[in-house]
Every structure is written in structure tokens, then in C-alpha cells.
């Protein structure tokens, strides 16, 4: 994409020495090349134990029904809604990074989109599997879409939140994974002509007969601007219309205005914590430090920070309306969250999400890898709690306390969550031992204006003032990938 001016003393976006056109492409594609290493095998075979425990999970359920989870009369939704939309939320930050950071050209998005686009997808499957197997009759699951019949039309209930979430779901996950494998296009051509045999033609399939004419290359970007246009709504309609599955009802602690940006920015919050997660994970495993630097690290921080501390205020603003509306049956289902059965997973809830989000004013705290490594962790838990004391301690002490009823989640229940999980690392490991994990024509936009090794040269030649050198070092301090020595020489 077109590149922009930027200050000559900003951080790198690419790190090392003698960074050249081939070495990105040597250094991208080494995973998929060559052999993969001992830890990728290790992660490969957890995350597919997990998998394996989702399919007998998924299939217990199926033969014996959702009478096998901890589901009662009182408490109908519980740990597999929970998840649903756990996952829905994670699969946002994907699409942020691919399509509203391209439409505002931030170009350190460059190094992580391909691995956020990657997560969207992946996450939105698994959120799937909650809704087919929660129907009860899965086979059933076809007659969401309005499919014509022997007897006519089999339309659908148009006025229902759960019906406005397949169409909002299905149309963000088609319009993901265009944008997805368009990006990929470029990156399989140049896996095909490296390859030989079989490889060659797999990947000249793949790549949908690429040239690299500069007429490709202007569709390309044509195509990229149109899709990115496309999904930026989707970002805010997704996890808006999961809200209104809550917000349409007349459930005390649902029925609220403020659910819809509140779901849009907790799942942006969750969303760039899982990239955080896997992406600081991947770029040691892979040796992709030059890539993802500590620039990226405390960009993606920052947004945690921000969206962070806009859930906190939606939950603030709960409160306040619970507490202004009079309404007695409102009023004791925030108070339940304090003062219930279920305090332990409201104090997990603000504590993941408030108190240890705002570690992250500190500048020392965003650029530390373990730590943001670790708080990215805390984040993803926090908000599972959220949406199960969402769900659970609103559903489980209704109008009638002679109806109130614990849940207790069974085997299964516990067993499709972990599943999950696995299927998701399972097919993450997947694609970055087959697919390039970095967009690679993409990051070589960057190599004449913000890598290292352009700006190295810029103070080298005295194109800078003393003071700017100064502050350029110190923002240097906190980079892994960075030789502070070789400054110190200059």
C-alpha cells in the first residue's frame, strides 16, 4: 500500500542489520521450508489432544444430548453461550488490525495482520460449534438460512436477535476470509517459485495464478481498500447484534441500552489480547524478532489500555442505571454479583479487567514481554468471566425464588471448552507451518522508511541533531531485537 511521511527519530518497525528484500523472504519463510522445530511439534501435539477431547465431547453431546451439560430449568444458557460468545469477541481484533488500520494507514500493522486475520477465522469456527451443538437437533442447523422446499419457502423467525446473528456471523466470517486469502496471494506466489514438484503445484493453485504485473498489483490494492471499507462495519454490526440477543429480552442485567458499544469494545479488548498472546509466542518460536518489535508490542498495549478502561466505565455506568432506574429486580441483580453465590466470578471479572489493565500506564509494564505476555492472559480470562457472570448470575435467581437454581458444570461442559481451545491452537499451528505468518510484500514497504537499518544510516551521515540521536537510543532501550552496542560505537 502506499506509504506516508514519518519522523525520522519514531520507533522501527523492522530491526537488524543488513535487512534486505531476500532476507525477508529468507526469514518469513523459513517455517514453512524447512522442518518444523522441537517446540512447534510440542504445541502442535498438546493443541491437538485438546482437539481430539473437543470431537468426543462435541459427540457425547450429540448422542445423549444437551441434558449431558449442567443445564436446568432455571439456568438454560450457561458455559456454551459463554463461549460462544468468548470466542465471537476474540475473533474482532483480526479485522480491526487488517481493515481500519488500512483504511487509516498505520503501517505497523503490517508485521500482524496476517496472523490477526488468521485468528478471526479460526475463532469464528470455534464459536460456530457452540451454536450447532447448543440447537440440540444439529442436523437442523440448515434451516437458519431460508432454503426453499417441496413446500414452498421455510422462512425463517426474522424478528429474532438469534436469527440476525447467523447472517451477521456468516457474512463477517465470508468477508474475513476473502480478506484473508486475498492478502495471502502475493506471499503463495512467491512460495511457488521458490518450490518444486508437488509443493509448486500446490501453491500455484493457491495463488490463483499471480503474476506480480503492476496491473496485479493495482487490483490488489483496489481490492484490499474495497474489502477493508466492507469489514470496518462489520466490526461494530458483529458483536453489536450478539448483544441484542441479551438486550431485546426482559431479563433483569440484560436488558440494557448500553450493551452494544459495551460488547463492541470488550470484544476488541479481548480480541488484541489473544493476538498479543499468540503473536509473542510466535515471534520467538519462529525467530521473528526483526518483525515484531517491541514497537508493535506497545501499540497493540495501548489499544488494550484504551479498551480496557471503556469497559470499566461500562461497568461503572451498569451500576449507575441499576441503581437510577428504582427498578428493585435490577437493582438486586448487580447486587447478586457482589453479595451472591457467584461473587468469586464477578471479583475475577473486575479485577482481570479493571484493576490489572490499568497496570499498563506504565511504559515499563507495555514494554515488557512477559508481562504483557501474562497480563494478554489475565485479559482473555477476565473476560470469560464476564460473560459468565453476564449470563449465569442473571439467569440463575429470577422473579421467583422458589426457582432459583445453581449451575454446575459437568465434564462436557468443561470438556468443549478446553476442546475449543485446542481446535483453535491446533488450527493456528496449522497455518503458520504452512503459511507465511507475516505478510511479506507488505513489510518490505517498510524497509526504506522505518527499519532500523534505514534510520542507522540516517544518523551515520549526520542527517540528525544531536539531541534527536539521544531520543531516538532511549526509545531503542526497551527493544529485544535491537544491539544497543552498536550505537554506542557510532
Request: glycine share 6%; net charge neutral.
Amino acid at each position: 500500500m502506499a506509504s506516508h511521511n514519518e519522523s525520522i527519530i519514531r520507533e522501527p518497525l523492522i530491526t537488524g542489520k543488513d535487512i534486505t528484500y531476500a532476507k525477508i523472504t529468507d526469514d518469513i519463510l523459513f517455517p514453512v521450508e524447512n522442518k518444523a522445530n522441537k517446540a512447534w511439534w510440542i504445541g502442535f501435539i498438546v493443541a491437538s489432544l485438546g482437539a481430539c477431547l473437543w470431537v468426543f465431547a462435541v459427540s457425547w453431546t450429540f448422542w445423549y444430548g444437551i441434558g449431558s451439560w449442567g443445564l436446568n430449568k432455571t439456568v438454560g444458557w450457561a458455559w456454551d453461550i459463554t463461549g460462544f460468545v468468548w470466542w465471537v469477541g476474540i475473533g474482532h481484533a483480526g479485522t480491526l488490525i487488517s481493515a481500519i488500520l488500512l483504511l487509516f494507514r498505520q503501517k505497523w500493522r503490517n508485521s500482524i495482520n496476517r496472523s490477526a486475520e488468521a485468528m478471526t477465522i479460526f475463532a469464528v469456527i470455534c464459536a460456530a460449534t457452540y451454536v450447532v451443538s447448543h440447537m440440540g437437533r444439529p442436523w437442523m442447523a440448515l434451516y437458519c438460512l431460508p432454503i426453499p422446499n417441496q413446500y414452498g419457502s421455510l422462512w425463517v423467525n426474522f424478528n429474532s436477535p438469534l436469527i440476525w446473528d447467523v447472517f451477521a456471523i456468516s457474512t463477517y466470517f465470508s468477508v474475513s476470509l476473502v480478506f484473508w486469502y486475498t492478502g495471502l496471494l502475493p506471499d503463495f506466489a512467491t512460495i511457488r517459485d521458490r518450490a518444486t514438484g508437488l509443493r509448486r503445484r500446490i501453491y500455484s493453485i493457491c495463488s490463483f495464478g499471480w503474476t506480480g504485473s503492476v496491473k496485479t498489483w493495482q487490483r490488489f490494492e483496489t481490492v484490499s481498500l474495497i474489502l477493508a471499507g466492507i469489514s470496518t462495519p462489520l466490526v461494530l454490526s458483529v458483536h453489536t447484534i450478539v448483544s441484542m440477543d441479551f438486550a431485546t429480552s426482559l431479563e433483569p442485567g440484560w436488558h440494557t441500552t448500553i450493551f452494544p458499544p459495551y460488547f463492541v469494545a470488550g470484544a476488541i479488548f479481548s480480541g488484541f489480547a489473544m493476538v498479543q498472546t499468540l503473536l509473542l509466542v510466535t515471534r520467538k518460536v519462529l525467530g521473528l524478532e526483526n518483525y515484531i518489535t517491541m514497537f508493535h508490542i506497545e501499540s497493540m498495549n495501548k489499544i488494550i489500555l484504551v479498551t480496557g478502561s471503556i469497559v470499566g466505565v461500562a461497568y461503572l455506568t451498569e451500576f449507575f442505571i441499576a441503581y437510577y432506574s428504582g427498578g428493585e429486580y435490577e437493582q438486586y441483580t448487580f447486587l447478586n454479583r457482589f453479595i451472591g453465590p457467584y461473587w468469586w466470578a464477578g471479583c475475577m471479572m473486575y479485577g482481570c479487567n479493571i484493576l490489572m489493565t490499568q497496570l499498563m500506564w506504565f511504559k515499563r509494564v507495555r514494554t515488557s514481554i512477559a508481562i504483557s505476555w501474562a497480563l494478554s492472559i489475565v485479559v482473555n480470562i477476565g473476560m470469560w468471566f464476564e460473560r459468565f457472570v453476564i449470563i449465569v448470575t442473571s439467569l440463575h435467581r429470577d422473579y421467583i425464588p422458589s426457582s432459583w437454581a445453581m449451575f454446575y458444570p459437568t465434564w462436557v461442559d468443561v470438556s468443549v471448552f478446553i476442546g475449543s481451545i485446542g481446535v483453535f491452537f491446533t488450527c493456528f499451528l496449522l497455518f503458520i507451518r504452512f503459511f507465511p505468518s507475516i505478510a511479506i510484500a507488505e513489510v518490505k514497504l517498510l524497509v526504506k522508511s522505518s527499519s532500523e537499518q534505514a534510520k542507522k544510516k540516517l544518523i551515520d551521515e549526520g542527517h540528525l541533531e544531536p539531541s534527536q540521536v539521544e531520543f531516538y537510543k532511549e526509545t531503542l532501550i526497551n527493544y529485544d531485537s535491537v544491539e544497543i552496542s552498536d550505537y554506542e560505537k557510532a
